[in-house]
């Protein structure tokens, strides 16, 4: 087998082990007994446990950002609303393509060492600050709602973060595209404009019992 590809067995192996151990649990020999390798096969190739699990996360945090493209409001062959939709697919893709590493990432990542710490807050920031832009975009075009753009920003991140972690981990099944859809109307409900998908917005009076008129003497 050549140095490259076992590298990249090594480094799936080891995906395997921490999504399945997490990060303190899991052993170098965990990972070289799954690989069926020599501990110094391993060493030929990575320094030791930190630097095998600081890659897969950097490759994976990699491929997240590659996913997320800043919504164009000029664009006239793709509506913001669809943008945002395949921005929101792209990231689901990429979660539910690789259980494993979307455990690590959500489960596991935090709490390592402070210098990681700043590494993976760092990703999320980026991504706030990209959603709080777009979110501005919106409600000066009208499609999103008045309010404090960092706390809508983090209801989407939230949501998004979440329904991978359930769906990685077999609570919830459905496809990167049903459930993109479904972001979508959770949005629409709380964020955007009611009413923009074009879905109706339920009356209030729908949800409160009626009530009762009083009698005037």
């Known amino acids: 087998m050549k140095k490259e590809q076992r590298r990249e067995q090594l480094l799936q192996h080891a995906r395997d082990v921490f999504a399945e151990k997490g990060y303190h ?8 007994a799954q690989a069926s390798v020599a501990r110094g096969t391993f060493y030929l190739h990575f320094d030791d ?16 950002s ?5 919504i164009r409001v000029d664009d006239a062959t793709n509506s913001p609303l669809a943008q945002l939709r395949d921005n929101v697919f792209r990231v689901l893709e990429v979660g539910l393509g690789d259980p494993g590493m979307t455990k690590i990432l959500l489960k596991n990542a935090a709490g390592l060492d402070p210098d990681f710490d700043r590494k993976v807050r760092a990703f999320y920031r980026a991504i706030e600050e990209l959603l709080a832009l777009s979110l501005l975009n919106g409600q ?3 499609l999103v709602r ?17 329904i991978l972690l359930q769906s990685v981990e ?13 972001v979508m109307r959770f949005l ?13 917005v339920a009356r209030k009076e729908r949800d409160d019992p009626p009530t009762k008129t009083r009698a005037h003497s």
């Open 146 to 162: 008045a309010g404090d753009r960092r706390v809508l920003g983090a209801l989407a991140l939230g949501s998004i973060k979440e």
């Open 140 to 142: 000066r075009m009208g």
């Open 66 to 70: 590659l996913a997320i493209v800043r």
């Open 188 to 200: 629409a409900g709380g964020i955007l404009t009611p009413g923009l998908l074009g879905e109706p």
């Open 25 to 32: 649990a899991a052993k170098i020999d965990d990972i070289v």
């Open 49 to 64: 446990k930190r630097r095998i699990f600081e890659e897969l996360v950097d490759d994976f945090l990699s491929r997240i």
């Open 170 to 182: 077999g609570r919830i099944t459905s496809s990167a595209q049903a459930l993109a859809d479904e």
